[in-house]
């Protein structure tokens, strides 16, 4: 069964840094994993998808790894803003299965002014 | 595209009695999941449907817990009777067969 762990829980950070958010999964026959950002009250807002081919994939100021050998992906946010703020989720689908995405705790990110 | 829609946004009854939540995905969308997400246990897949179809239920709770899909468009979650415990935020979500998900706004369900 496929188990998906998010460190760190939570994150507080001044504005400005670069941060990077990591996701790790235990089964590394994945079909494709995405990265999620759910703000309070709010529904899961897709940031990037990497199907398993993929080795990264980049939108604006966010850059998401994966090492299917290592079990990891890595989201890279560059120059982090007060809107950033939010929870940020990772899933995992996993390949030759069922298909059921499995998510992880997320991080609870904080960017202070 | 509107995006997956969900209604309604938030309901409060009293235990005992019947909700239905419902969803309409994003058009040309094979795919229709249902997820509860609590602070304690984070986001559960309940169902999932492949073109209209139930595949995996496994994740349901109980059989006060039921959901229909009788078209591509239409979706229900209906618990019946409904227990405090079952407070939480339902979304639904759909995806083509490239597996990106996409997310309604959520159901806030508050049973009293």
């Known amino acids: 069964k496929q188990e998906v762990t998010q460190i760190p829980a939570a994150l507080s950070v001044p504005e400005g840094e670069n941060l990077v958010l990591n996701c790790s999964f235990t089964?590394?026959?994945?079909?494709?994993l995405q990265w999620f950002r759910q703000d309070p009250g709010k529904g899961l807002t897709s940031l990037l998808l990497?199907?398993?081919?993929?080795r990264e994939q980049t939108s604006g100021r966010l850059n998401a790894s994966l090492d299917k050998s290592s079990g990891r992906s890595t989201l890279y946010i560059a120059a982090s803003q007060p809107g950033d703020s939010a929870t940020y989720l990772c899933a995992v689908t996993t390949a030759g299965g069922s298909y059921i995405p499995t998510f992880g705790r997320g991080t609870s990110l904080i960017v202070h002014p | 595209d509107a995006g997956v829609i969900q209604s309604p946004r938030h309901e409060v009854t009293e235990m005992g009695q019947e909700v239905t939540l419902r969803c309409k995905p994003i058009?040309?969308?094979?795919?229709l999941f249902w997820y509860r997400q609590t602070m304690m246990r984070g986001l559960e897949l309940l169902i999932y449907f492949n073109n209209n179809v139930p595949i995996d239920d496994s994740g349901m709770p109980e059989d006060r817990f039921s959901a229909k899909m009788p078209n591509a468009s239409f979706s229900t979650l209906k618990i019946q009777p409904s227990e405090p415990r079952d407070s939480a935020v339902y979304f639904c979500?759909?995806?083509?067969?490239?597996?990106?998900?996409?997310f309604g706004e959520g159901s806030r369900l508050t049973v009293l």
């Open positions: 089964d590394s026959a994945i079909y494709n």
């Open positions: 979500a759909s995806s083509r067969d490239d597996g990106e998900l996409f």
């Open positions: 990497i199907q398993s081919s993929q």
């Open positions: 058009s040309g969308h094979d795919y």
